[in-house]
Nanobody
Framework: QVQLVESGGGLVQAGGSLRLSCAAS????????MGWYRQAPGKQRELVAT???????NYADSVKGRFTISRDNAKNTVYLQMNSLNPEDTAVYYC?????????WGQGTQVTVSS
């Protein structure tokens, strides 16, 4: 059973930074593509950033240059460094793990950016 547990969310002022973490268990973490998605109230869940098992990254245009995804396979953890946050980044952020067409999700962590 794959389990993903996010942490690091919270309340931050516009222009501030947060780092989200997602710890994985129950699987061989290194073979998974990992990603971060977010869902704001009244909106659909959207991709924020992904990283393949070989380290290739992809970012939503809205976060390019501000957010950085990284992973530490020795710690079974993926990170999302978020800088220059603005109120539009307010959402529940979800960690995703994907392997052979199977998707696994964390419970989400709330990020709130005040203006």
């Amino acid at each position: 059973q794959v389990q993903l547990v996010e942490s690091g969310g919270g309340l931050v002022q516009a222009g501030g930074s947060l780092r989200l973490s997602c710890a994985a268990s129950g699987t061989i973490f290194g073979i998974y593509a990992m990603g971060w998605y977010r869902q704001a109230p009244g909106k659909q869940r959207e991709l924020v950033a992904t990283m393949t098992s070989t380290g290739a990254t992809n970012y939503a245009d809205s976060v390019k240059g501000r957010f950085t995804i990284s992973r530490d396979n020795a710690k079974n953890t993926v990170y999302l460094q978020m800088n220059s946050l603005n109120p539009e980044d307010t959402a529940v952020y979800y960690c995703n793990g994907r392997y052979l067409g199977n998707d696994y999700w964390g419970q989400g962590t709330q990020v709130t950016v005040s203006s």
